[in-house]
């Protein structure tokens, strides 16, 4: 059983910073892509950040310069560190993993993986 599981969010100031984490549990697995999404009240999921396997990432424009993503291999953890917070960064934000995983029964079963969300909230 696979599970995505964030912690870090809470209410900021604006210009303030936060750092989200995201753990990705269950054996055998092996993790392609990690990211994070963004969803404010009213609007679609949207893109924050992805991070390969190898490093290589990816931002949204709205994020540059503010937002760092980075990622631990050997703890299948992804971070989010977000500095320069504005209000209209506020949002529930999930992580996203492309991960497959490996049982004796199916071998190898591939999937994408959500978290269950962290609200974030920069507001004075």
């Known amino acids: 059983q696979v599970q995505l599981v964030e912690s870090g969010g809470g209410l900021v100031q604006p210009g303030g910073s936060l750092r989200l984490s995201c753990a990705a549990s269950g054996s055998h697995l092996s993790i392609n892509a990690m990211g994070w999404y963004r969803q404010a009240p009213g609007k679609q999921r949207e893109l924050v950040a992805v991070i390969s396997s190898g490093g290589t990432t990816n931002y949204a424009d709205s994020v540059k310069g503010r937002f760092t993503i980075s990622r631990d291999n050997a703890k299948n953890t992804v971070y989010l560190q977000m500095n320069s917070l504005k209000p209209e960064d506020t949002a529930v934000y999930y992580c996203?993993?492309?991960?497959?995983?490996?049982?004796?029964?199916?071998?190898?079963?591939?999937?994408?993986?959500w978290g269950q969300g962290t609200q974030v909230t920069v507001s004075s």
């Open positions: 996203n993993a492309d991960l497959a995983q490996y049982s004796s029964m199916t071998g190898w079963m591939g999937g994408d993986y």
